[in-house]
């Protein structure tokens, strides 16, 4: 509490109020002296008006008021003032002194009505009382630490002012672009909806949790066959045939397979509030290259994979009937009417069913918080995780070059095929082609053997650097770079669903106060809540399958590949034994078909192919004289792999 100022012994003159002290029943700094002599003189003083210092001991008489010090007050000793800090605990002996006394009236307060906080302890030094036996009053103790003043808890004052958003907006939130104003979540909660021909289908319900209840087993769609058409007027695209599979009992195993458009347009206006993946980025350029065909297949197959694996939107309308359209034509002839159907809004919460009163508030704040902190870790870890994928991708590619400079080293090595030696020369190899400048030699057999073993060693290790180069780094390697793009940014993907679980949770708070309450609008409220908690309940149980399943691909692939590998070492390693060594010695030994390639080694590879970017990766910045210069090679050049937009911000 701020300390109030004492006044000047000459205040300045001013006739604005604002600048005056508080009002005191007396100034001990105006005219102290007349007032002590006119109070001694009218014969208030206690005692019968004695004029001695002695205070007559009248203490059994006299009511004394405990009270609090409001400010903190330097007195001086020749007015017998009393000194005291902000909070201190004093008693009031006499009140009506006229206009002289031990404290200004204005700087203290009784507290006889207050009760003490809980569990506050005030120790005794700070307990200050009047001097009634000397003219000079005790000085204040003068302690190092000063306890603060605790307030009491008369109830919520707050309540009592008028809330700008309940009386300007109309409960309404400010900000007409946030998910839960656009989702309908706010529109259901103010007013709700009385929702009308609804079906089955329609209605949404959430178990314990909260979850959402399944209706349909999950099932797998397999996006395949991409070939390339041609329309007058759209002109040339893509068309992928779309396959379901269905293995859950009790439904019976069938096969749904048909040709489809690529899902530019899967409106899911019936479902406004779950979190569901985006469409992978298109691009213009170079997209019937056989490397973008093939990614696009990737990434419209995660993606459609991602929608049926969601409990709720697995039998949305529009995702049962594109899954269930027999060609593009039909659903080219559909697609404007989900296109022009408008948002369900309040709707799709009127038709959630929950149990009642299973949510706490304390613990749907506690759960939102963590959620939250969780996915930005996740994101942030899922994001080191692919450039770490990327950089590992590269070094499979020098591990190939490596791998390939030691077959070639090892070939020269057996067959002398250096610059400064002519082939033609003799002692170089003899003419069964051993690695022996003798003709004769009596260990030529031995000595072909191992030439002819070494020579497949080198062959052996050509294999291998291919497996590092084609298999690992641009098959294995990039199916896993590309499956970590549908993990990744979770916090962006359920950005909507937290914003709108913290206005709900507001909402539901202000529904509850006390002599405010809205049990319509919190049973409303607990609805949404219900809804984004089986959310984050879904992500949970995501979350644990994709990354089980990335984690056993990729040990799967890993082990496939270095099967190969040792498969092929040990091939090599078997020459060197019996009775392969011995059958190496039975034949001249012939040339290597690497050996050609020994002037000029094989070791450039094709750049290597890159995930196409996840929508809600970042772009860096570049150079204006960068991306000027990319610009015109993208208009005059061959196309790459990039979108017109990431050629210029990628």
């Known amino acids: 509490m701020a300390t109030l100022p004492r006044g000047s012994k000459h205040p300045a003159t001013t006739s604005s109020s604002l600048f005056h002290r508080p009002q005191s029943e007396f100034d001990a700094g105006i005219n102290t002296s007349t007032a002590w002599t006119e109070h001694l003189e009218s014969g208030s003083v206690s005692g019968g008006g004695s004029l001695s210092d002695e205070e007559p001991d009248n203490e059994e008489t006299e009511t004394h008021r405990s009270a609090r010090a409001l400010y903190r007050f330097e007195g001086k000793v020749e007015f017998r003032e009393l000194s005291v800090e902000a909070g201190d605990d004093i008693e009031v002996v006499k009140e009506e002194l006229a206009d002289v006394g031990l404290l200004p009236r204005s700087y203290y307060t009784f507290t006889s009505q207050f009760t003490p906080a809980p569990n506050l302890e005030i120790p005794e030094s700070r307990k200050r009382e009047a001097s009634v036996t000397s003219i000079t009053p005790r000085g204040s103790p003068k302690s190092g630490q000063i306890l603060p003043i605790i307030p009491q808890n008369t109830g919520e004052w707050r309540n009592a002012f008028p809330n700008f958003r309940q009386s300007l907006l109309g409960g309404k939130s400010l900000n007409r672009f946030s998910s839960f104003v656009t989702s309908g979540a706010e529109e259901w909660v103010l007013k709700g909806t009385a929702p009308s021909g609804w079906g089955e289908a329609d209605q949404h319900f959430v178990d314990a949790g909260p979850a959402w209840k399944e209706k349909l087993p999950p099932f797998r769609v397999l996006v395949h066959s991409p070939s390339k058409r041609t329309s007058v007027l759209s002109g040339a695209f893509t068309i992928y045939s779309v396959t379901s599979l269905f293995h859950a009992p009790p439904i019976p195993e069938t096969d749904e397979d048909h040709d489809g458009v690529e899902p530019e347009y899967l409106p899911l206006p019936a479902l406004p509030g779950i979190a569901l993946p985006p469409l992978p980025e298109k691009q213009y350029a170079g997209r019937f290259s056989e490397d973008f065909v093939e990614a696009r297949r990737g990434d419209l197959e995660r993606y459609i994979g991602r929608v049926v694996r969601h409990p709720i939107a697995r039998y949305a309308e529009v995702v049962t009937f594109f899954l269930g359209c027999e060609s593009d034509i039909e659903w080219k002839r559909t697609v404007p009417h989900h296109l022009s159907m408008p948002p369900a809004g309040p709707a799709f919460y009127a038709r959630v069913f929950h149990p009642a009163f299973n949510l706490d508030a304390d613990d749907a704040k506690d759960a939102v918080e963590r959620f ?117 940014h979770p916090s962006s993907l359920y950005e909507p669903v937290v914003s709108t679980h913290r206005s709900t949770l507001s909402r539901y708070k202000e529904a509850n106060l006390e002599g405010q309450s809205n049990e319509e609008m919190a049973s409303r409220c607990e609805t949404v809540l219900n809804t984004t908690m089986a959310e984050m309940e879904t992500y949970h149980t995501q979350k644990c399958e994709d990354f089980s399943t990335l984690t056993k691909e990729h040990l799967d692939g890993e082990i496939a590949f270095y099967e190969q590998v040792l498969g092929r070492l040990q091939s090599a390693r078997g020459a060197f034994d019996q009775p392969q060594f011995d059958e190496l010695g039975r034949s001249p030994r012939k040339p290597s078909i690497y050996e050609r390639e020994l002037e000029n080694p094989r070791l450039a590879s094709k750049p290597l192919l890159q995930p196409c970017p996840h929508v809600f990766d970042s772009a860096p910045m570049r150079p204006v004289s960068v991306a000027i210069q990319e610009g015109v090679g993208m208009l005059l050049g061959p196309a790459g792999r990039g979108s017109v937009f990431g050629k210029f911000w990628s």
């Open 372 to 488: 939250d902190t969780h996915t930005h870790a996740v994101s942030s870890g899922v994001q080191s995780l692919r450039n770490i994928f990327g950089r590992i991708r590269e070094a499979r590619v020098e591990m190939s070059k490596a791998e390939r400079l030691l077959s070639y080293s090892l070939l020269s090595l057996i067959t002398e095929e250096e610059e400064q030696y002519n082939p033609k020369d003799k002692g170089l190899l003899n003419d069964d082609g051993a690695w022996c400048w003798r003709e004769n030699c009596k260990g030529i057999t031995r000595l072909l053997k191992l030439t002819k073993a070494m020579q497949k060693t080198s062959d052996v290790l050509q294999g291998v650097a291919d497996l590092y180069d084609t298999m690992s780094a641009r098959r294995t390697q990039l199916a896993t770079h590309e499956s970590l793009k549908g993990m990744a």
